[in-house]
């Protein structure tokens, strides 16, 4: 089974409530939210106070990927304004604080996720693959919406999940970047079980087809 988790990076923000209750209705069970600093990624997104007020719009499972240096300093923060899912990237810190994060998430009761950039190699979740409720493979370079998809990438999926299912069948995995109509089935093909998809969603006029489309 294949979940979508619209991205609203792409979402009008003057109207995210009415995005957000587009999406529930679309099908949508996952809703996937950008966390970015402008530090760990040359993009500055959107924070705290914005989480607070999705989470408060919307019961659909809360994604939130965090593209933010040393993540460990806001952890508690994210996990307390109501992230079912939290990923911290496994290039933002050293593997100890990466660790400790993910301790952190999992004490807070949130389900922890990492994630790997697209240079970062397949053998750097390793520490982490037993820990995890999921782990995101960026096939896109994390800061922006709207870039092509990484099909290169694929190789580290099917990597990833040959490794999982030894160690942590239940673990998800889950790609971000460039995810539309027709790559959707590279991804799924290769082991991809929540696809993000941001601009595409967005533009696409049959948003409950759209979802249907990429989750079949
Ligand atoms: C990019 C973000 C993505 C973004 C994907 O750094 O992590 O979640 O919204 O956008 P699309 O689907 O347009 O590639
Ligand atoms: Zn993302």
Redesign the pocket.
């Known amino acids: 089974m294949a979940y979508i988790a619209p991205?609203v990076?792409?979402a009008d923000f003057a109207h995210l409530g009415r995005d957000l209750q587009e999406m529930k209705d679309a099908g949508a069970k996952w809703v996937?939210v950008?966390v970015m600093d402008g530090h760990f990624?040359p993009n500055i997104s959107l924070g705290g106070p914005v989480v607070k007020a999705i989470r408060a719009s919307t019961d659909i499972i809360m994604d939130v990927?965090l593209?933010i240096t040393e993540p460990i300093r806001y952890v508690e923060e994210f996990c307390k304004l109501g992230a079912d899912y939290l990923t911290v990237h496994v290039e933002a810190d050293t593997q100890e604080n990466t660790l400790a994060a993910i301790e952190k998430i999992r004490a807070l009761g949130v389900k922890p996720a990492i994630s790997l950039k697209p240079k970062t190699p397949p053998e750097a979740a390793k520490p982490y693959l037993d820990k995890v409720d999921m782990i995101l493979v960026?096939t896109?370079e994390?800061?922006?919406?709207?870039?092509s998809f990484m099909a290169d990438m694929m190789p580290k999926l099917k990597q990833l999940r040959a490794w999982l299912d030894q160690v942590n069948p239940e673990c998800k995995l889950e790609v971000?970047?460039?995810?539309d109509r027709n790559t959707a089935p590279i991804v799924k093909a290769n082991g991809a079980e929540v696809l993000?998809?941001?601009?595409?969603?967005f533009k696409d006029p049959d948003k409950a087809d759209y979802v249907r489309v990429i989750e079949a």
């Open positions: 991205s990076l792409s996937h950008d990624v990927h593209m960026m896109v994390p800061g922006f919406g709207g870039q971000d970047g460039g995810i993000v998809s941001g601009s595409s969603y």
